[in-house]
């Protein structure tokens, strides 16, 4: 008897990983996620091993509020001290944004240790390669295929929890996603 309720642990275990982590989207470490949320909505997978990510990302539309915009974010969360405030948020971040002549355009930021710093900007509708890993504590995120640009953060507090991919307001496609 022990050996099957042991088994059935595992078996739930797995299933329960298979649902947080979005199923098919990393049944075999590749994959497609899409994230559809309205204004003030959210919604996220967790990468379930391992502190790397990588594929496309294409930010197709979302709608704007009063005081949000849309995004999307390959992200994770550091262990910030009590009483040092922030949200701790780690890694990359897409906006929708307004061009001052008009139309909109997809902002790239990077994250970390309190800071948020531009990175790269892309067409909404244009599937863009990226790759956010950490290790020992250092983040590397690489944007672009033909000429990529990589940003390098030795973080000042450890990783507190898997990385996230998530989006709020917004339509975005990641795609060919694979897990390192």
């Given at each position: 008897?022990?050996?099957?309720?042991?088994?059935?642990r595992?078996?739930?275990?797995?299933?329960?990983?298979?649902?947080?982590?979005?199923?098919?989207?990393?049944?075999?470490?590749?994959?497609?996620?899409?994230?559809?949320?309205?204004?003030?909505?959210?919604?996220?997978?967790?990468?379930?091993e391992?502190?790397?990510?990588?594929?496309?990302?294409?930010?197709?539309?979302?709608?704007?509020?009063?005081?949000?915009?849309p995004?999307?974010?390959?992200?994770?969360?550091?262990?910030?001290?009590?009483?040092?405030?922030?949200?701790?948020?780690?890694?990359?971040?897409?906006?929708?944004?307004?061009?001052?002549?008009?139309?909109?355009?997809?902002?790239?930021?990077?994250?970390?240790?309190?800071?948020?710093?531009?990175?790269?900007?892309?067409?909404p509708?244009?599937?863009?390669?990226?790759?956010?890993?950490?290790?020992?504590?250092?983040?590397?995120?690489?944007?672009?295929?033909?000429?990529?640009?990589?940003?390098?953060?030795?973080?000042?507090?450890?990783?507190?929890?898997?990385?996230?991919?998530?989006?709020?307001?917004?339509?975005v496609?990641?795609?060919?996603?694979?897990?390192?």
């Amino acid at each position: 008897m022990p050996r099957i309720t042991s088994r059935l642990r595992v078996v739930a275990a797995a299933a329960l990983a298979f649902a947080l982590t979005g199923g098919p989207a990393f049944a075999e470490n590749v994959g497609r996620w899409e994230c559809h949320t309205g204004y003030g909505e959210n919604d996220r997978i967790i990468v379930p091993e391992g502190r790397a990510i990588s594929g496309h990302i294409q930010f197709v539309d979302g709608v704007f509020g009063p005081d949000r915009m849309p995004r999307a974010e390959i992200a994770l969360r550091v262990a910030v001290p009590p009483g040092e405030g922030g949200c701790g948020c780690t890694g990359l971040l897409a906006f929708l944004v307004p061009k001052p002549e008009g139309g909109l355009k997809v902002q790239f930021e990077v994250h970390g240790n309190g800071n948020a710093e531009p990175f790269a900007q892309a067409k909404p509708g244009v599937p863009i390669t990226f790759r956010v890993a950490v290790k020992d504590g250092v983040l590397t995120i690489s944007m672009g295929k033909t000429d990529p640009v990589t940003k390098t953060l030795r973080l000042r507090y450890p990783p507190a929890g898997p990385l996230n991919v998530s989006c709020s307001g917004a339509n975005v496609v990641f795609s060919d996603l694979e897990l390192e």
